[in-house]
């Protein structure tokens, strides 16, 4: 049976340097959203609570409630329907119009727009956002936005640092006014991160980092992550595919002599994308995926009872001119996640 393996070194190699560039484990908030970038939300969220990460980053309410146990801060990013309030979790605020969903009561962190324009209220919409928010009662326990460009070499990094300068000023000056709390400060994703020498928000928001990348332009000093997901096929049949014999979908690899060959139980319908005649990959061990991968499976030159079938993904991404979220984030909640 298919399987994916989680590398809990690894990941713990990542969450130590995460930590220590930001300060400490408690300025780390993990993001886990869409399946922990599809290396399994539970698995990875045990094993962030258990290396002492606090603070978790999910998509929405049902994320939450899975791993509620596990955080003493969750913030949901991306909820609309919450038909009860039973939680102490942390809700994103992403415009004016969204207020009026919120429950009574809740935690809210503003969102604000620094530059990207897809998400966030506008700067001069603050104090708007606050008498709207304090009118039900929420309380604002943090303000972040998101950088558009800190993976690649852009001013747009700066410039979106300097706006988020003024989004605190406002914020503590608006808190002062009203004689409310200030709220926590937030706005580094992985790659912004490490973009600061001397990192002094709150906390950062880290996700492709915690699981072994970063997409971060070459010309910064990124560190030294480790790839904590790979991928195990496991053989259906094998057969001896005779010289000038083809195989698969197309017909589009002819055997160029005698060989064996294998059918594994992974293909697009698990999550590992499409490959053709004018792709080719190679798994870690040398195998050739031939021909075109199928819904349910692909084959390989060779007769293993298992492989590998990638342990880094960053060549996939290359291959099918992606970035690596996609390839792991595409993967099949229903592939079976181990840890070792």
């Given at each position: 049976m298919a399987k994916i393996l989680l590398n809990k070194k690894n990941l713990f190699h990542n969450l130590n340097i995460i930590s220590e560039h930001a300060g400490s484990k408690e300025k780390v908030a993990v993001?886990?959203?869409?399946n922990a970038y599809g290396h399994g939300l539970v698995e990875i969220a045990t094993l962030c609570a258990e290396f002492g990460i606090k603070k978790a980053v999910v998509r929405t309410l049902k994320e939450a409630l899975h791993i509620k146990e596990l955080f003493n801060n969750i913030l949901i990013l991306a909820e609309s329907n919450f038909h009860t309030y039973s939680h102490s979790f942390h809700i994103a605020l992403n415009s004016l119009e969204n207020i009026s969903n919120l429950?009574?009561?809740?935690?809210?962190?503003i969102k604000v727009d620094t530059g990207m324009h897809r998400n966030g209220i506008c700067i001069d919409e603050l104090e708007e956002a606050y008498t709207g928010l304090l009118k039900k009662n929420i309380k604002i326990t943090g303000v972040f936005t998101h950088h558009r460009n800190a993976d690649t070499l852009s001013t747009d990094f700066f410039w979106?640092?300097?706006?988020?300068?003024?989004?605190?000023?406002?914020?503590?000056?608006i808190c002062e006014k009203l004689s409310l709390d200030i709220p926590s400060f937030h706005s580094c994703n992985s790659s912004a991160l490490f973009r600061h020498n001397n990192f002094n928000e709150d906390f950062a928001r880290v996700g492709i980092a915690t699981y072994g990348y970063l997409e971060t332009d070459?010309?910064?000093?990124?560190?030294?992550?480790k790839p904590v997901l790979s991928m195990w096929a496991e053989k259906m049949s094998t057969r001896e595919l005779k010289q000038g014999q083809s195989l698969g979908y197309g017909a589009t690899f002819t055997a160029s002599k005698d060989m064996i060959v294998s059918t594994y139980d992974i293909g697009y319908g698990d999550g590992f994308l499409r490959l053709n005649e004018r792709q080719s990959y190679t798994t870690p061990k040398g195998h050739k995926i031939l021909g075109r991968v199928s819904m349910d499976n692909l084959s390989l030159d060779t007769d293993e009872k298992e492989v590998c079938i990638f342990d880094n993904v960053q060549e996939l991404a290359k291959?099918?001119?992606?970035?690596t979220y996609e390839i792991t984030t595409t993967l099949s909640s229903e592939i079976k996640r181990e840890i070792k």
């Amino acid at each position: 049976m298919a399987k994916i393996l989680l590398n809990k070194k690894n990941l713990f190699h990542n969450l130590n340097i995460i930590s220590e560039h930001a300060g400490s484990k408690e300025k780390v908030a993990v993001v886990l959203k869409d399946n922990a970038y599809g290396h399994g939300l539970v698995e990875i969220a045990t094993l962030c609570a258990e290396f002492g990460i606090k603070k978790a980053v999910v998509r929405t309410l049902k994320e939450a409630l899975h791993i509620k146990e596990l955080f003493n801060n969750i913030l949901i990013l991306a909820e609309s329907n919450f038909h009860t309030y039973s939680h102490s979790f942390h809700i994103a605020l992403n415009s004016l119009e969204n207020i009026s969903n919120l429950p009574n009561n809740s935690n809210v962190h503003i969102k604000v727009d620094t530059g990207m324009h897809r998400n966030g209220i506008c700067i001069d919409e603050l104090e708007e956002a606050y008498t709207g928010l304090l009118k039900k009662n929420i309380k604002i326990t943090g303000v972040f936005t998101h950088h558009r460009n800190a993976d690649t070499l852009s001013t747009d990094f700066f410039w979106q640092n300097e706006n988020f300068k003024e989004i605190k000023r406002r914020v503590v000056n608006i808190c002062e006014k009203l004689s409310l709390d200030i709220p926590s400060f937030h706005s580094c994703n992985s790659s912004a991160l490490f973009r600061h020498n001397n990192f002094n928000e709150d906390f950062a928001r880290v996700g492709i980092a915690t699981y072994g990348y970063l997409e971060t332009d070459k010309t910064y000093n990124n560190p030294e992550l480790k790839p904590v997901l790979s991928m195990w096929a496991e053989k259906m049949s094998t057969r001896e595919l005779k010289q000038g014999q083809s195989l698969g979908y197309g017909a589009t690899f002819t055997a160029s002599k005698d060989m064996i060959v294998s059918t594994y139980d992974i293909g697009y319908g698990d999550g590992f994308l499409r490959l053709n005649e004018r792709q080719s990959y190679t798994t870690p061990k040398g195998h050739k995926i031939l021909g075109r991968v199928s819904m349910d499976n692909l084959s390989l030159d060779t007769d293993e009872k298992e492989v590998c079938i990638f342990d880094n993904v960053q060549e996939l991404a290359k291959i099918q001119d992606t970035i690596t979220y996609e390839i792991t984030t595409t993967l099949s909640s229903e592939i079976k996640r181990e840890i070792k």
